[in-house]
């Protein structure tokens, strides 16, 4: 009973020995796992470069080979090697530069390892943050403080609806709203980068309400980023920023966030002598869309002339 009961006592002191062991080296192991990140990082500092012909892709493994002939003018020539990047965007500054010369060295944006994604969301025509969008910011901010070394880059998005004139001012609006936000909080301007997209990426039709609240926002990313020049590519297959995902093992943590959608609608009986123009102007404001109103209404509407008495209608409320 006694040789028992010792058996026992080891058996248990065995499995808390181990256990306490196993929590002991994970942070070490983390710490190990760090050290290798960033010794693999220090491995491929010398790109990106102009040295000639430039990385190319590799379609098996991901990432790019390279093994340049000519050397650069502003950066050393590097060795062969495999280069490891999360994102790269072009020429982000065209917006304020003269029209780009082919092969012209532009300053771009190599982004190494993503802290932190959020994208919030706006209401209609507006670029005004949301309350719901408040909370999140306050989370980016403290991120910010705790990475030194990151930086914020903004990208202000809108929906389909309106020329890309005036969609490509509304997504800057957008994205200096939460520039704006973060220079109150005290995050210093050269750690800021905003982009604006306009309505070049929305995706969701007219009809989608939900799609189309997804599609007014502000995207930001939390990142180590190096703006570098690179010589101009040239106009990508799909017109505007160019992102290149590859080894997932250089993002330290990255965590997508998003504040609430926010779509509602309401329903309208068609009175006698109504028209979609005088709807279109007492519920949306502006007689000018009662195409919208038509578009979210057509499989209620045969003929958007003849308007039925009685017939109920959806209203978006935005």
Request: with cysteine; charged share 35%.
């Amino acid at each position: 009973m006694l040789r028992r009961t010792i058996i026992k006592y080891c058996i248990v002191f065995i499995v808390l020995f181990s256990q306490s062991q196993y929590a002991a080296s994970k942070p070490a192991r983390e710490e190990k796992r760090k050290q290798e990140l960033d010794e693999l990082q220090k491995r491929f500092e010398w790109w990106p470069t102009d040295a000639k012909p430039g990385p190319v892709k590799d379609e098996e493994h991901g990432g790019y080979w390279w093994w340049p002939e000519i050397p650069g003018k502003i950066r050393p020539w590097g060795n062969r090697g495999y280069v490891y990047v999360y994102k790269i965007i072009y020429d982000y500054k065209e917006e304020e530069l003269p029209p780009p010369k082919p092969e012209e060295l532009r300053p771009s944006l190599l982004i190494k390892k993503i802290i932190k994604n959020v994208k919030i969301y706006f209401d209609f025509d507006k670029a005004n943050l949301r309350e719901d969008a408040a909370e999140i910011l306050e989370n980016a901010i403290k991120t910010l403080r705790r990475n030194p070394q990151s930086s914020i880059l903004i990208t202000g998005n809108c929906d389909i609806r309106g020329p890309e004139s005036y969609n490509e001012k509304l997504g800057r609006r957008r994205a200096e709203a939460v520039k704006e936000f973060m220079l109150d909080s005290g995050i210093s301007e050269k750690r800021i980068r905003i982009i604006s997209r306009g309505k070049l990426d929305a995706v969701a039709p007219i009809t989608d309400l939900v799609g189309m609240q997804k599609d007014r926002n502000a995207h930001f990313i939390i990142a180590e980023v190096e703006e570098v020049m690179l010589p101009y590519p040239g106009k990508p297959e799909i017109e505007g920023v160019k992102q290149i995902d590859e080894r997932k093992f250089i993002i330290e943590e990255e965590r997508k966030i998003e504040s609430e959608i926010k779509v509602s609608t309401k329903e309208y009986t068609i009175k006698k002598g109504d028209s979609l123009w005088k709807i279109a102007q007492e519920q949306l404001g502006s007689g000018h869309r009662w195409k919208y109103l038509y578009e979210l209404n057509k499989n209620r509407i045969k003929n958007p002339n003849k308007l039925k008495a009685g017939q109920k209608i959806i209203i978006p409320i935005e």
